[in-house]
Nanobody
Framework: VQLQASGGGLVQAGDSLRLSCAAS????????MGWFRQAPGKEREFVAT????????NYADSVKGRFTISRDNAQNTLYLQMNSLQPEDTAVYYC?????????????????WGRGTLVTVSS
């Protein structure tokens, strides 16, 4: 399965963005999915994850209360609604599909990764 993230851009602090991740070449509806990000000069870090039904989600402490992960299995698409963006949220955001149906914050549990989308938040 191929994943393609989109929706990134340049915004000001306090603004919102909605990222999308479209899957093609297969279905991801039976798999947990997640968002990760990598800021310049930093390692990739976990952002949010969702189980295959969407019934369980988990967030990094840094985005909890501001970001919301969701999915539309009929559309084979994953979303990340990002509100109250801050300059420290600036990064390339990647979506990924897990090896299993459960959600996970461990990048080693993900087998398919999409090309990232850049989010830049100015102060």
């Amino acid at each position: 399965v191929q994943l393609q993230a989109s929706g990134g851009g340049l915004v000001q602090a306090g603004d919102s963005l909605r990222l999308s991740c479209a899957a093609s070449g297969g279905t991801v509806r039976r798999y947990g999915m997640g968002w990760f990000r990598q800021a310049p000069g930093k390692e990739r870090e976990f952002v949010a994850t969702i189980s295959w039904t969407g019934g369980r989600t988990n967030y990094a402490d840094s985005v909890k209360g501001r970001f919301t992960i969701s999915r539309d299995n009929a559309q084979n698409t994953l979303y990340l609604q990002m509100n109250s963006l801050q300059p420290e949220d600036t990064a390339v955001y990647y979506c990924a599909a897990a090896f299993q149906s459960l959600s996970s914050s461990n990048p080693n549990n993900y087998g398919s990764w999409g090309r990232g989308t850049l989010v830049t938040v100015s102060s």
